[in-house]
C-alpha cells in the first residue's frame, strides 16, 4: 500500500517546482539546439546485398525533448536506436549527438528495453549502480565515493516508487516494479540522452500508464532528452512533445508531429477528443505506410 500511495503522489506530481521545471524544459528546449542530430543516414544489414532497413533517415531531437518514433514493424525503429547510440555505424550519412559524431558506443546514453533484463543474482540496489561500475568517470570514484553513490541510488528508488524495495532480488519484484528499477537504472550516471526501446511493451495497461506518470515525471524533474521507441500510439502522444512517424522498411521520417499538450500532463488528457484526434491522425498515417510495406528478403 505504501507504494501504491507514493505511485499516485508521483503521478498526479502536483508540486510546484515540478511544474516550473516542466514549463522550462519544454520552452528551453524547443530554443535550444537539436542534441541528436541524424542526416541522411543509411544503413544496411549484410552489406549492399542485404537488408536496408533505413535509407536517407534524416531527424533531429531538441536538447531537453522528449521524441516518440512510431512505425509499422520492421521499420527501422530499433536500427535508429542502435545508430543513435553508436551501436552500429551507417554507410553513409552523419549521426551527431550533443555536438559530436557518434564514431562508436556512446555513455552520455542511457538506455531501456522491453525486457528489464536485471540480474537475478544482485539486488535491486546493486543491479541499478551496475552502470557506475563501468561508466567513466564513475568507475574510478565508486570504490572511494561509495556512500554518496548509494545515497544517490536510493534517491533514485524513492523518485520512481520503490524507495525501501533497494535490498529485494530482482524476482521478489513484480514486472512493473522491475520496469522502475531499468529506468533507475538507465538514469542512474545522469545521461544526457534516454533510450527507450518499447520499455513498457510487455506490462498490462493500468501498469503501463502507471509507469507513463512514472517516465514523465523523470523527465520533468531530470531535464534529459528522450528518445522513445513505441507501437503504442496512446503512450507517444501523451509522453511526447514530438512524434515522429517513420515509413515501411525502408524507414524515412513521413511525419513529424509536434504535441503541444501543456505539462504536467493528467492521464484524463487521454479520454479527451483533441488527444484522440491526433492519435488518429498517427493511426492514418502509419496505415498508409503499413500499405506501403515491401515483402520480406
Ligand atoms: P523495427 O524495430 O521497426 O521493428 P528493426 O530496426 O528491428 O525494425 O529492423 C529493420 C529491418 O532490418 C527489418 O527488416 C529487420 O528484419 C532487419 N534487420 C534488423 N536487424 C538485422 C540484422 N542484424 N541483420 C539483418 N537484418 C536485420
Given amino acids: 500500500m505504501t507504494l501504491l500511495h507514493t505511485e499516485s503522489s508521483l503521478y498526479q506530481s502536483n508540486d510546484a517546482t515540478a511544474k516550473l521545471a516542466s514549463v522550462d524544459l ?79 558506443p556512446l555513455d552520455i546514453v542511457g538506455m531501456a528495453f522491453q525486457n528489464p533484463s536485471l540480474l537475478p543474482w ?48 530482482p524476482w521478489q519484484l513484480s514486472g512493473g516494479m522491475q520496469q522502475r528499477a531499468n529506468l533507475c537504472r538507465a538514469l542512474i550516471h545522469e545521461p544526457g540522452l534516454l533510450m527507450l526501446d518499447e520499455p513498457f511493451g510487455a506490462l498490462d495497461a493500468f501498469t503501463r500508464e502507471e509507469l507513463w506518470g512514472v517516465i514523465r515525471d523523470l523527465h520533468q524533474r531530470k531535464k534529459f532528452t528522450v528518445v522513445l521507441v513505441t507501437h503504442d500510439l496512446r503512450e507517444a502522444v501523451y509522453l511526447a512533445d514530438r512524434v515522429f512517424v517513420m515509413s515501411a522498411r525502408p524507414g524515412r521520417v513521413v511525419l513529424e508531429r509536434e504535441i503541444g499538450f501543456e505539462r504536467p500532463r493528467p492521464i484524463d488528457l487521454t479520454y479527451t477528443s483533441e488527444f484522440n484526434d491526433i492519435v488518429h491522425e498517427l493511426r492514418e498515417k502509419i496505415a498508409e505506410a503499413r500499405a506501403d510495406t515491401p515483402p520480406i528478403g
Fill in 26 to 104: 519544454s520552452r528551453a528546449g524547443q530554443a535550444a539546439t537539436d542534441f541528436v542530430e541524424i542526416s541522411d543516414v543509411t544503413l544496411s544489414y549484410g552489406g549492399d546485398e542485404g537488408v536496408t532497413a533505413v535509407e536517407d533517415l534524416t531527424m533531429s531531437v531538441r536538447k531537453g525533448e522528449f521524441a516518440a518514433v512510431v512505425g509499422p514493424s520492421g521499420c527501422g525503429k530499433s536500427t535508429l536506436m542502435k545508430l543513435t547510440t553508436g551501436l552500429v555505424i551507417p554507410q553513409t550519412g552523419r549521426i551527431a549527438v550533443d555536438g559530436t559524431a557518434v564514431k562508436g
Fill in 122 to 169: 544482485r539486488r535491486t540496489l546493486d543491479n541499478i549502480m551496475l552502470p557506475l561500475e563501468i561508466v567513466s568517470p564513475h568507475a574510478q570514484r565508486l570504490r572511494k565515493h561509495k556512500a554518496e553513490y548509494v545515497a544517490r541510488a536510493e534517491a533514485m528508488l524513492d523518485l520512481v516508487g520503490l524507495g525501501g524495495f533497494g535490498s529485494k532480488y
